[in-house]
T-cell receptor, first 110, second 114 residues
Framework: GQQVMQIPQYQHVQEGEDFTTYCNSSTTLSNIQWYKQRPGGHPVFLIQLVKSGEVKKQKRLTFQFGEAKKNSSLHITATQTTDVGTYFC??????????FGAGTRLFVKA | DADVTQTPRNRITKTGKRIMLECSQTKGHDRMYWYRQDPGLGLRLIYYSFDVKDINKGEISDGYSVSRQAQAKFSLSLESAIPNQTALYFCATAKRTSGEGEQFFGPGTRLTVL
């Protein structure tokens, strides 16, 4: 079955530093979604990537989909305390159920 | 007003008890999902439903059952709760699309089984 690895599991950064989380799949993906969960909250959709090599930006967040459509990354430039939370990737292989990565928990020290 | 609501928000119960967690949505979405979240394991899919007559098992359906009473309601039952079912449970909804769409999550139910 599909294997999803998301790394790192945790990341501590100083406010202003950059942050990147990676999602790697054992199978070719049809698309990938990213979600953010604030502490004590519920996951909230951030973006969906569909095309090979696609890059999308949302303010300080940059999302990339690999050329082979097996991996993706989320990069945050100049982190702020409002970025704290857990970031999940949700890769899809064409079926209709979602398998989430284990998430990367981001801690930002002011 | 919340589009996806879950009741109860917190529940403490004992081993062997039957528990029902309820989810309601006002988004008019056809697809509904139940996930459990454990520290370090992310979100794992328990069951999903694409309409009232369509129920499917997810990754970890053993020990759970579901009922889709209406388009807007999807309930999760633990027939005989056990301590390792202690977790945070999320309901989610999505539009019917040609592929996988954005999911909208409820606030979660924190369940503790003693």
């Amino acid at each position: 079955g599909q294997q999803v690895m998301q790394i790192p599991q945790y990341q501590h950064v100083q406010e202003g530093e950059d942050f990147t989380t990676y999602c790697n799949s054992s199978t070719t993906l049809s698309n990938i979604q990213w979600y953010k969960q604030r502490p004590g909250g519920h996951p909230v959709f951030l973006i969906q990537l569909v095309k090979s090599g696609e890059v999308k930006k949302q303010k300080r967040l940059t999302f990339q989909f690999g050329e082979a459509k097996k991996n993706s990354s989320l990069h945050i430039t100049a982190t702020q305390t409002t970025d704290v939370g857990t970031y999940f990737c949700a890769p899809h292989t064409g079926g209709f159920k979602t398998i989430f990565g284990a998430g990367t928990r981001l801690f930002v020290k002011a | 007003d919340a589009d996806v609501t879950q009741t109860p928000r917190n529940r403490i119960t004992k081993t062997g008890k039957r528990i029902m967690l309820e989810c309601s949505q006002t988004k008019g979405h056809d697809r509904m999902y139940w996930y459990r979240q454990d520290p370090g394991l992310g979100l794992r899919l328990i069951y999903y439903s694409f309409d009232v007559k369509d129920i499917n098992k997810g990754e970890i359906s053993d020990g759970y059952s579901v009922s889709r009473q209406a388009q807007a309601k999807f309930s999760l039952s633990l027939e005989s709760a056990i301590p390792n079912q202690t977790a945070l449970y999320f309901c989610a909804t999505a539009k019917r699309t040609s592929g996988e769409g954005e999911q909208f999550f409820g606030p979660g139910t924190r369940l503790t089984v003693l």
